[in-house]
């Protein structure tokens, strides 16, 4: 028997009180709803002295006077696109360029196959 206990077996702690003080888990659900607000609306933040609100998946200004700032964001906006489309044909124009780069080689290819073996039968006949 050891001579200060058993080291290896602590003792149990006590159980603890309730976890929550707050009342709050007590309240119906609409009084919650209320309380706690679930539609939150839309997030707004203040940038520069503009006012943002964020609807339909963007940013939008909520002052005034930012009707140029937003013109210029719309503008911006059609230029990017107008330069994606641009960018998606010219990627498929170098497909097909390519594919017919490819087929020409190929061709080529077949026909130095086929003159090799037209001469080397007409060496064979000399």
Known sequence: MPLFGNVFSPKKTP?????SLSSLHTLDRV????EFGLEYGSPVMSIGGQNMMFE????????VGGN???KEVQRLR???LQLE?????????????LDMLSETTAES????????VVKSHNRQRK
């Open 109 to 116: 290819h077949l026909m130095e196959k086929e003159l090799e």
């Open 56 to 63: 339909n998946g963007q940013w939008m200004s909520e002052t």
């Open 31 to 34: 009084t919650r709803e209320v």
């Open 68 to 70: 140029g700032a937003q």
């Open 15 to 19: 159980p603890r009180k309730s976890a």
């Open 85 to 97: 489309e641009e960018n998606n044909l010219l990627q498929l124009k170098i497909d097909i360029l």
């Open 78 to 80: 059609k230029r990017n």
